[in-house]
């Protein structure tokens, strides 16, 4: 008899040959018969000899610094509006604003493990979502977008695999930090569901919430399934002056709160199976993000400009526009699988001019007129799992990658430039400029799972990209997992990763001035400058390694703790070395440049207790040990130096689940140095610990409806936004006060 082994999209292998052998491991699987195989009796006893079955959930389990978030885990805890606001919540996870300038505070984004949310990559079934890189960056690193973890809404999420650290770096170039990888519901029957949301603030300052969506999918055919989503999202902007009582003394208004956003979401999937062994998905999808302006600029307004953010408070000034198109192959064949897809992206980044120059950087300009930045992405993979014995059991994986980026962007290359200042290779006149600029990147990598005996299991990794711009970057890793007793493992890792520098920081046309403000000071004194793309730029790099343990029993408890430690090198920031000037020495000129060194060293951990069989208490922690520039003992990014997470889930019915939980944050040390000009900040306060507490109830009323309801931050909790930059130290941001929410769905 001929058995098959199919694969399952990403999460089950279901079958292998027969007479594979693994010590110490027994499966037993579902199979397909095949040939004259079909006509045998179905009754018939097949004795299958020990084979090795790992999935690739399976294989993510065995890697240390793993989570997943599943399904449930986001109707028990619904999100208000981003799935960042759970994720949050894993071991070695934050939010931060999208630099340590503290500039752009409240677009806070998922931090893993200290290195900044650029550091983050961001997938969608497993493809690269990159609209954020069409957002200029501005001196410090910021820019003003919300990320790319709000494409889809929760309710069409199967689960969420967050990947920190060693693990991470098989993913290429954006994933030093971690990898955050949603995988879209499949249903297998046909099916559907229509979700309304609202979330209502206790606050009339802070914005309200309000969702409705509809996910519907399955068979039609023998050979053909589909999947259709359709959302609509909006939370309303914070009023202009809810920061008035934390206002700093040097802030000439109050510091902006959070935007509000309108989310249009649609996506379909055709799925087409013309045998069992082969499945074909075709995919479109269209996102609108438009904001809901609350009044923030980069830098502190003066003047008029603050009667003119006043007047757009509540209107989108900017807006997001996502297309995708793709295809993917999934394979299963006698020898392995294999998974492969073409993805293009086009992100249409529109949104009022802002100022380019001095304290006006970032600020909206007074004519009110709107300039679109093109981002095409093409993205492409074939990745091939091939199980084979040879001394050990082993599964290897080799795969290829391609990501090429082109954007046109006429609007950020607008600076001009006056006087006798010589820009190398830059025209002054910025009509004279490209504004055009394309990179790509192409990558192969192997990874081999070996199982080494019935408890050591070893799995070596090597990569190798090619950029277009700074040539070839290896990045081997190598991890680890040993099973000290049935119910103890110990598992370890080390890997280099790497991110190449985004389109803004090589293209030398894309030009920055300021007239002192933000200037780095040159011996001792701060004149004028501007600061300039660098085609020269090689990539950031880290060395990422951790070791931990984990125990699990079959009766529900679980523990661990991890400690990593990335030594970060080539770090890419704003150069405080002036690459040249004017011949009177009144201007200087500074470039892109990659800084020397900087390390994140830190523990995660988690309890698991199962008090009773309807009563779960769970736990997890992470504590930053170090964060830090080793060239000015500067944060690499604002998060807590711990942070806890803890939740008592109690079954009080068949029906009905109850869920207290709560996160303390620790104290967030303040930069005592501005990031992109080096002063000195005059006040640099830390933020101080806080609380927040939640309690939440689900009620499954019938097949068909299933309402949730609960309070979020029930103590009111209200964090306040100092500032909008590193004068306001690590208090750059809001965080919401007491809000009650209410979800009903209904399934068909």
């Known amino acids: 008899m001929k058995l098959r082994w199919i694969a399952d999209g990403v999460s ?17 699987v579902s199979f397909v018969a095949s040939g004259p195989a079909a006509a045998q009796d179905a009754s018939e006893e097949i004795v299958l000899d020990k084979v090795l079955v790992l999935s690739a959930e399976q294989q993510l389990k065995q890697m240390p610094g793993v989570s997943t978030i599943t399904a449930d885990d986001l109707k028990k805890t619904p999100v208000v509006n981003d799935i960042s606001e759970i994720i949050r919540k894993m071991p070695g996870a934050n939010l931060t604003g999208t630099s340590a300038s503290g500039q752009r505070g409240n677009q806070r984004q998922i931090d893993l493990r200290g290195m900044g949310p650029e550091n983050t990559l961001i997938l969608i079934d497993g493809k690269p979502v990159l609209s954020r890189n069409s957002v200029r960056m501005g001196r410090g690193g910021e820019r003003d977008s919300r990320g790319d973890s709000n494409w889809v809404p929760p309710e069409a999420i199967e689960r969420i695999e967050v990947i920190r650290g060693p693990a991470a770096a098989r993913y290429g170039s954006g994933a030093a930090g971690g990898v955050v990888n949603i995988i879209t519901k499949r249903p297998e029957k046909l099916s559907g569901s229509v979700t309304v949301f609202g979330n209502m603030p206790q606050s009339s300052k802070e914005g309200r919430t309000a969702r409705t969506n509809v996910v519907v999918g399955g068979p039609v055919t023998d050979v053909m399934s589909f999947q259709f989503m359709g959302n609509y999202n909006r939370t309303g902007n914070d009023a202009f002056d809810i920061n008035a009582s934390g206002n700093s003394s040097n802030q ?78 999934r394979g299963t064949y006698d020898f392995g699988e294999s998974n492969s897809y073409i993805q293009w992206e086009r992100t249409l980044n529109t949104r009022l001019l802002e100022g380019l120059t001095g304290a006006g950087e970032g600020t909206i300009s007074s004519d009110l007129t709107y300039g679109t930045i093109d981002l095409d992405i093409l993205s492409a993979k074939s990745e091939w799992v091939l199980p084979f014995e040879a001394l050990f059991e082993q599964k290897l994986t080799l795969g290829t990658e391609f990501r090429g980026e082109w954007m046109h962007d006429a609007v950020s290359i607008g600076q001009a430039v006056t006087g006798n200042v010589v820009l190398p290779g830059v025209a002054s006149n910025p009509s004279a400029r490209d504004p055009d600029i394309d990179t790509w990147l192409v990558g192969l990598y192997a990874e081999d799972n070996i199982l080494i005996t019935d408890k050591l299991t070893l799995t070596p990794g090597l990569r190798f990209d090619h950029h277009s711009e700074f040539g070839g970057n290896l990045s081997p890793s190598l991890n680890a997992s040993y099973a000290l007793t049935e119910t103890i493992s110990l598992k370890a890792g080390i890997a280099r990763a790497f991110k190449a520098p985004n389109l803004y920081q090589l293209n030398p046309n894309y030009i920055m001035f300021s007239n002192g403000n933000g200037c780095a000071a040159v011996n001792g004194v701060t004149r004028s400058c501007y600061v300039m793309g660098n085609s020269d730029l090689q990539p ?17 408890w679980s523990a661990g703790i991890t400690y990593f430690h990335n030594d970060y090198k080539d770090r890419i920031s704003t150069g405080l070395t002036p690459v040249s000037g004017t011949g009177s020495s009144t201007v200087n000129v500074f470039r892109w440049e990659n800084v020397p060194e900087a390390v994140v060293s830190g523990l995660e951990g988690h309890l698991s207790v199962p008090i009773r069989d309807d009563l779960t208490w769970a736990t997890n922690f992470t504590s930053m040990l170090e964060s830090k520039n080793k060239s000015n003992g500067q944060p690499l990014s604002l998060v807590p130096d711990y942070t806890i ?67 979020n931050n029930i103590f009111n909790q209200q964090v306040l936004r100092e500032g909008s930059g590193n004068n306001a130290g690590a208090n750059t941001y809001n965080e919401p006060g007491r809000a009650f929410y209410v979800s009903l769905s209904a399934s068909f």
């Open 645 to 711: 997470n803890t939740s008592l889930e109690w079954k009080a019915h068949e029906n009905v689940s109850l869920i207290l939980s709560a996160t303390h944050y620790g104290e967030t040390p303040s930069p005592t140095i501005r990031a992109y000009n080096g002063t000195a900040v005059e006040n640099p306060q830390a933020r101080k610990p806080y609380t927040l507490v939640n309690v939440g109830m689900n009620y499954q009323i019938n097949e068909t409806y299933r309402l949730a309801a609960g309070v």
């Open 540 to 556: 950031e790099t880290s060395i990422n390694k951790e070791i931990g343990i984990s125990y699990h029993d079959d009766a529900g």
């Open 12 to 28: 089950s292998l279901r079958i292998i040959r027969t007479g594979c052998r693994v010590a110490g491991a027994t499966a037993i």
């Open 252 to 329: 000439t208004y109050p510091a902006a709160g959070r935007e509000g956003v309108t989310n249009r979401d649609l996506r379909g999937i055709l799925t087409i199976e013309p045998t069992d062994d082969h499945a074909i998905d075709l995919e479109a999808s269209y996102s609108r993000q438009g904001n809901l302006f609350a009044g923030d600029s980069q830098n502190a307004a003066t003047g008029a400009s603050i009667d003119r953010l006043r007047s757009l408070v509540g209107k989108e000034t900017n807006k997001l526009e996502r297309t995708t198109l793709s295809a993917t192959h």
